[in-house]
């Protein structure tokens, strides 16, 4: 216990330590919320509670990937959840005559624990500082070509890891071996240690020739070393890395609860008192994206997933968030008093990053502590549109194909039907009591090569009887490369032009070829009143063969098939069984790539990519995802998306390896009986 002055200087050292680290958490708070929106209610806060703390107290998203350093992580994430505990125990042992949660099971459970988490920590944290500090692991760093404020250059990072990383091994370090006297101390005292105490009772016998009088000092030294730490490190705890251990509850506890993944926010183009649209600066991002800085981790699993980043490219979602951090902390002060902020393309990222991305939600998805980086880009490119009007030249073939043809194509609205000569397609005018309404989409309407793919699935659903039609002259682009290059207000137009002829019709459901057609049908029409129950094309096929409404007789192939998950598909709308299901279903040997599922790698054509130019890179995205597929040994790549269709067939042709690319639906159609 304490003597009396020492319990004086600590209430001192706990109030100077609560005043300046108030005022430090509350310029973070009114930095976050410089960012736009309001919060969430109380009642929201109370629903989403649980999911939220289940979310941060599991780790969920960490085990994703790096399986060695996750557990290292979760070491001493739960060890230092635990400590909350712990520092609150020994507080109170310090100032009275009492054994925290007494002697018996319950008590000794918890020395336990707090023995056994105090070592895990320790270990834990060495491991990590030996992985950056000694090994120098490359994960942690970025390339040359991106762009990074000056005191992440000067080597911010690395000191912030090294405070951290210290502060945490000496907190924990001074608690064992205050609580190894003390257990030394009681063993002189009565003859017995404390077998609850495994490790801390192994050190205590390293004192065991010291008096009474020196037990006691080393006792008071661990108690004041360990919680003195924690005093001193709360007003510097806003600023540094390990903030991340409050601000990922925050993020998982107030993000908004989106229909998929990557559905972004609409602008409100009604309110005439609106000036600028999109994110020029910090103070433009919803406040939830400015925590996101605070969130940060700093791990760069985001960039580990980044198909633009992994090719070569300036993007590196890691470094945006970074960047955020320490403009933010460098600016505290006049940021949270209301000071104007640079704009971002100045020092968060460079214009070749943010026109690389390629809007996959790979960071987003990867995340552990559920920062967003993918949004603030696509915000960013809606100022640089519809603001600055200044993007990529490539863009405006497509832009103005959409508005005038309702196509990024480019080619007249009257040839959308071509695909279909000779073949029995019906149209809502000829069919108005179908049961499915088919949305062909632009690429099987105008591309040579995805037309295939449509002529597939019609010769499939008419083997099945199915009762279907298409909108034909009345279908138009649904306006996701608009929306996803910055071009907001010409989606928003197409978005309302769209729904208008779908509830003129009134579809029961809705079967698309294309996963950014079905994302953005189902999921983000919903924002402009447009509901609709939308399904995949391998989710039908899926269906029909397990209802054995599908014949297959086989075509005497007999090849290794290899599926790529269109990331619309799998990440963003959680598609992954019924395209392997519909594979099955017809007979083939399916064998996975390295990267598949919801962690599916990019095939570079999302984001607009497919309508512009790729930026410079040490190698094509949609280059690499076909090397990582003919690695498997696969004659065929399967796939799901007429975009991944052009891409890998692209690559594919330059390769000049004699794989062959199919979708789906075509390699069902082949297998009719």
């Known amino acids: 216990m304490l003597t009396l002055v020492e319990k004086v200087l600590f209430v001192v050292a706990v ?16 930095v976050i919320r410089r960012g736009k929106g309001e919060l969430p209610g109380r009642g929201e806060l109370v629903r989403r509670l649980v999911g939220a703390g289940i979310e941060w107290l599991s780790l969920r998203p960490v085990w994703k990937t790096r399986t060695v350093s996750s557990i290292f992580h979760a070491l001493i994430a739960w060890g230092f959840v635990f400590y909350f505990l712990v520092n609150l125990g020994d507080v109170i042992q310090g100032f009275f005559p009492v054994r925290f949660l007494g002697d018996g099971p319950i008590g000794a459970a918890y020395r336990f624990l707090a023995d056994v988490l105090t070592l895990a920590v320790m270990i834990g944290m060495l491991y990590f500082l030996l992985r950056r500090f000694v090994f120098h692991s490359e994960a942690l760093t970025y390339r040359d070509n991106v762009m990074l404020v000056d005191k992440v250059k000067q080597g911010g990072i690395r000191r912030d890891s090294l405070i951290v990383g210290l502060f945490i091994l000496f907190h924990v370090g001074f608690r064992m071996l205050g609580e190894s006297f003390t257990i030394a101390l009681h063993r002189l005292q009565t003859g017995i240690g404390d077998p609850a105490q495994p490790f801390g009772s192994l050190l205590s016998f390293a004192w065991g020739g010291l008096p009474e009088g020196a037990l006691r000092v080393g006792q008071h030294v661990g108690w004041w070393g360990a919680l003195g730490l924690i005093l001193a490190f709360i007003p510097y705890f806003p600023y540094t890395k390990h903030f991340h251990l409050i601000m990922a509850g925050v993020n998982f506890l107030t993000k908004p609860q989106r229909t998929s993944l990557g559905t972004l926010e609409p602008e409100n183009f009604e309110d005439e008192t609106v000036e600028a649209f999109g994110v020029q600066k910090l103070e433009d991002l919803p406040w939830t994206h400015l925590a996101d800085a605070y969130a940060c981790i700093m791990c760069n699993r985001c960039q580990d997933v980044c198909p633009a980043y992994v090719t070569g490219k300036e993007l590196s979602p890691a470094a945006l968030e970074v960047n955020k951090r320490y403009y933010l902390n460098e600016h505290m002060a006049e940021i949270a008093d209301g000071g104007e902020t640079i ?80 073949l029995a397609i019906p149209t809502v005018e000829d069919n108005p009591d179908f049961e499915l309404l088919w949305w062909v989409g632009c690429a099987p309407s105008y591309d040579p090569r995805a037309q295939q793919t449509a002529q597939a699935l019609a010769k499939v659903l008419n083997h099945a009887g199915v009762n279907y039609a298409i909108l ?30 779908l509830n003129e019709v009134a579809p029961k459901r809705i079967v698309t070829t294309c996963p950014h057609c079905l994302h953005t049908l189902g999921k983000e029409y919903g924002q402009f009143g447009g509901h609709y129950d939308v399904i995949h094309h391998t989710q039908l096929l899926s269906e029909l063969t397990a209802a054995k409404k599908i014949q297959v007789t086989g075509n005497g192939e007999s090849d290794t098939i290899t599926f790529h998950d269109p990331c619309y598909l799998g990440r963003h709308n959680g598609i992954v069984d019924a395209p392997r299901s519909a594979l099955a279903g017809i007979g083939v040997s399916v064998v996975e790539m390295p990267r598949h599922g919801s962690q599916s790698f990019c095939c570079g054509a999302g984001g607009a990519q497919m309508w512009k130019e790729e930026e410079h890179g040490d190698e094509s995205v949609n280059a690499a995802r076909y090397a990582e597929a003919k690695a498997t040994g696969a004659e065929t790549i399967a796939v799901g998306c007429p975009f991944c269709l052009t891409m890998l067939t692209d690559a594919a042709t330059t390769a000049g390896e004699g794989v062959t690319v199919k979708d789906v639906a075509e390699l069902v159609a082949e297998r009719l009986g």
């Not at 109030?15 to 009114?30: D, I, K, P, S, T």
């Not at 960013?380 to 990529?392: A, G, I, S, W």
């Not at 009345?474 to 002829?501: H, P, Q, V, W």
């Open 15 to 30: 109030g100077a330590a609560l005043y300046f680290g108030y005022v430090h958490f509350n310029r973070v708070y009114q």
């Open 343 to 422: 704009p971002l393309l100045n020092f968060a990222m460079s214009e070749s990053a943010m026109w690389a991305c390629t809007a996959c939600g790979a960071c987003v998805d990867i995340c552990p502590v559920g920062n967003e980086p993918m949004f603030d880009i696509l915000y960013m490119r809606r100022h640089q549109v519809l603001v600055e009007n200044d993007f990529p030249k490539e863009l405006k073939t497509a832009f103005r194909g959409m508005e005038r043809n309702g196509n990024p194509w480019n080619q007249s609205s009257g040839d959308r039907m071509n695909w279909a000569d000779g």
């Open 472 to 501: 034909g002259e009345l279908e138009s682009c649904t306006g996701d490369a608009a929306r996803r290059a910055g071009n907001e207000y010409l989606f928003y137009e197409m978005a309302k032009a769209n729904i208008e002829t």
